[in-house]
């Protein structure tokens, strides 16, 4: 089994709707990242966090401890939304990062 | 603007070949990575360096090396024991895990 696992693996989405992509893992973290992945392949950094929530414009990131849980959610989704949403987590004392394997995310207009 | 540079963007080789791909910051970060995507997998780490003159292997060093002789750069070679070496390489890099990562644009590298 995965230390981290994402769910869905896969989400169609119409302009608008409100996206939950679903992130857990088994090992004692640091920190949990979001990243997002457009299809050129280049990552760029969505939130960190190691407790409670972040908001950046309309995304939502929040964080379970208790029960190693995360979720990504995207308000009011729009095309270019459209990407690869990746979960990373930082095990505690160390600088590495494991690796969901992502959820591909595709939101028609 | 501060980031990462990674080039080249694509990267075809023939088998048998050692290939130096090259990852360049002026985020001033102390530490560095080299990660590995294959399609359906998540990014498994190659190798890091938290200073100049020192890195680490990760998860999957087998067949490629690094080096790290300046704070700025950190370039991989796949070397020819690497016995599936096309995928997509990422460069990362941080102050320290309570700063968050960087990430570059990838490389993606095809050997023939």
């Known amino acids: 089994k995965n230390e981290v696992e994402q769910s869905p693996q896969n989400l169609t989405a119409q302009e608008g709707e409100f996206i939950t992509i679903n992130c857990s893992y088994s090992?004692?973290?640091?920190?949990l990242h979001w990243l997002q992945q457009h299809p050129g392949g280049g990552i760029v950094s969505l939130f960190m966090?190691?407790?409670g929530k972040k908001k950046h414009g309309r995304l939502i990131a929040t964080i379970n401890i208790q029960e190693k849980h995360s979720s990504l959610h995207i308000t009011a989704s729009h095309p270019r939304d459209s990407a690869v949403y990746i979960c990373a987590v930082t095990r505690g004392g160390s600088e590495k990062l494991v690796f969901g394997k992502g959820t591909k995310l595709t939101v028609n207009p | 603007d501060g980031g990462i540079t990674q080039s080249p963007k694509y990267l075809f080789r023939k088998e048998g070949q050692n290939v130096t791909l090259s990852c360049e910051q002026n985020l001033n970060h102390d530490a560095m990575y080299w990660y590995r995507q294959d399609p359906g997998q998540g990014l498994r780490l190659i190798y890091y360096?938290?200073?100049?003159?020192?890195?680490q292997k990760g998860d999957i060093a087998e067949g490629y090396s690094v080096s790290r002789e300046k704070k700025e750069s950190f370039p991989l070679t796949v070397t020819s024991a690497q016995k599936n070496p096309t995928a997509f390489y990422l460069c990362a890099s941080s102050y320290g895990i309570r700063y968050g990562y960087t990430f570059g644009s990838g490389t993606r590298l095809t050997v023939v």
């Open positions: 360096s938290q200073i100049v003159n020192d890195f």
């Open positions: 090992v004692g973290i640091s920190a």
């Open positions: 966090l190691s407790s």
